[in-house]
């Protein structure tokens, strides 16, 4: 039976809920962070804390909450993030601040609190970016600086960490169907029409012809966090986008 334990930001939709569920289903203890409720039953031998990873002040009180829950973490799961979808000239100083202490800072404070936690058994951390890192588009502009810095903190963790034992890898989802594409629809990527035509529109720009679920991707966060499958990898950045980035944008 395995007897390890995982924190997951972001756990009460999209895919920090599917990743839950997945490493729960594996035998793994799970401690969830959201700041919405989670809804539902949270698995009875884990830990649920509802609580704004933005707010530093609020980190520090999660991250005591699970020392007094487990004396290790064998993996720390940076899912939770918010997303603006304005055009630079009409994005305000109080939102770019809002996102980069949501998608950037938070991951910062969080492994820098995680490490005592994570180095007793030489654990793994998982930064959940995105394809907006590497190409993006119009209106976009806070997240995608947001995720673009979180690869360059996750090579900067890998090396640091390194010699506690401690992988640090990042993962690039491309369009997945969660509350934050379907609420970011409405930038104009996605042509016009309602949720579905416009999700569609999506699925017809990849290769292999679908918007991503949650699960798929928290499979590969999973390969990530498992000491047993991805021993061997630090530092990197896995994209899981259907193929979307693959396909020159003039084709």
């Given amino acids: 039976m395995i007897n390890k334990t995982i924190l997951i ?10 990743t839950l569920n997945l490493f729960t ?10 700041r919405s409720e989670f809804g539902g039953d949270f698995p009875k031998n884990g830990l649920f804390i509802q609580s704004d990873i933005s707010r530093a002040e609020d980190m520090e009180a999660i991250f005591e909450k699970a020392h007094q829950f487990t004396k ?12 603006v979808a304005k ?25 820098k609190l995680a490490h005592p936690l994570l180095k007793k058994n030489g654990g793994a951390v998982v930064n959940v ?21 979180l690869l360059a903190l996750t090579r900067a963790m890998a090396i640091e960490f390194a010699p506690d034992n401690i992988r640090v890898n990042a993962i690039l989802p491309g369009a ?3 509350p934050m594409l379907r609420a970011g629809l409405g930038r104009g990527h ?23 679920k949650p699960e798929e991707i928290a ?13 061997f990898m630090t530092g990197q950045a896995l994209v899981v986008d259907g193929g979307a980035t693959a396909r020159l944008s003039t084709e």
């Fill in 176 to 178: 997945v169907d969660t």
């Fill in 87 to 111: 055009p630079i000239t009409e994005t305000t100083v109080e939102e770019w601040d809002a996102v980069m202490a949501s998608n950037l800072r938070s991951v910062f404070l969080g492994v």
């Fill in 129 to 149: 970016s995105s394809v907006h890192a590497i190409q993006t588009s119009a209106n976009i502009a806070a997240y995608a600086a947001s995720k673009g810095g």
């Fill in 25 to 34: 289903e594996k035998g793994w203890r799970v401690i969830g962070v959201d």
């Fill in 72 to 83: 290790t973490l064998d993996a720390l799961v940076n899912n939770a993030a918010v997303q």
């Fill in 219 to 231: 499979h590969a966060i999973y390969f990530l966090a498992d000491n047993e499958q991805s021993s």
């Fill in 190 to 212: 996605a042509g016009q029409g309602d949720a579905q035509e416009r999700l569609d529109n999506l699925a017809r720009k990849t290769v292999s012809g679908k918007v991503g």
């Fill in 9 to 18: 930001t972001g756990a009460a939709g999209g895919i920090g809920r599917a």
